[in-house]
């Protein structure tokens, strides 16, 4: 049972280039999430996908996109990469929309922007 | 106020003690609370989760609330060294039309053998 899969592990960018960052859950949840983890800053949520079909902005959406590709599947984009975007990043899935749900995470891709 | 507080430690306690981690948020209408344990260089690890109606024990873990106070607790009994690793309180809060969840920096604990 792999859960939450996120790809790459790790990532070095060169300022300006783009990449997609995969994540796929296995385990039928309606929402999904993308968080990045900063020192000190704790988890703060880039965007969220209540339910396939929808997605809306969360607390850090700039320089980012996503996309609910289908009920398993929700990327994260990165158009011109940043060095302030170097950070941890976690995709996370859960049962229902609500927030009253546990969510559960992938084990994270570290990237790094140079 | 931030949404969710907690404090960053490191919290040290010997082995076999009980070590008491606290969280605080701002939202009153706030009804679910998750404890995360986080290990370094790894992702967050559900522990446990308690909604407004009542506190919850599983094994050697507690999850209280005292929504009078504004603050959920996790108590973690016969602390082992392998309970060392940075806990996170996440609670949810009242958003939009539904609610998402805040997560506190963190409570580093350190269990000494």
């Known amino acids: 049972n792999a859960g939450v899969t996120q790809t790459p592990k790790f990532q070095v960018l060169k300022t300006g280039q783009s990449m997609t960052l995969q994540c796929a859950q296995d385990?039928?949840?309606?929402?999904m999430y993308w968080y990045r983890q900063d020192p000190g800053m704790g988890l703060r949520l880039i965007y969220y996908s209540a339910s396939e079909g929808t997605t809306d902005k969360g607390e850090v959406p700039n320089g980012y996109n996503v996309s609910r590709l289908n009920k398993r599947e929700f990327s994260l984009r990165l158009e011109s990469a940043a060095p302030s975007q170097t950070s941890v990043y976690f995709c996370?899935?859960?049962?229902?929309?609500?927030?009253?749900?546990?969510?559960?995470f992938g084990d994270g891709t570290r990237l790094s922007i140079l | 106020q931030k949404e969710v507080e907690q404090n960053s430690g490191p919290l040290s306690v010997p082995e076999g003690a009980i070590a008491s981690l606290n969280c605080t948020y701002s939202d009153r209408g706030s009804q679910s609370f998750f404890w995360y344990r986080q290990y370094s260089g790894k992702s967050p690890e559900l522990i446990m989760f308690i909604y407004s109606n009542g506190d919850k024990e599983d094994g050697r873990f507690t999850a209280q609330l005292n929504k009078a106070s504004q603050y959920v607790s996790l108590l973690i009994r016969d602390s082992q060294p392998s309970d060392s690793a940075t806990y996170l309180c996440a609670v949810n809060i009242r958003w939009n039309q539904g609610g998402k969840l805040i997560f506190g920096q963190g409570t580093e604990l350190s269990v000494k053998p």
């Open positions: 385990m039928n949840h309606n929402s």
């Open positions: 996370a899935s859960s049962e229902g929309g609500r927030s009253n749900q546990p969510q559960h």
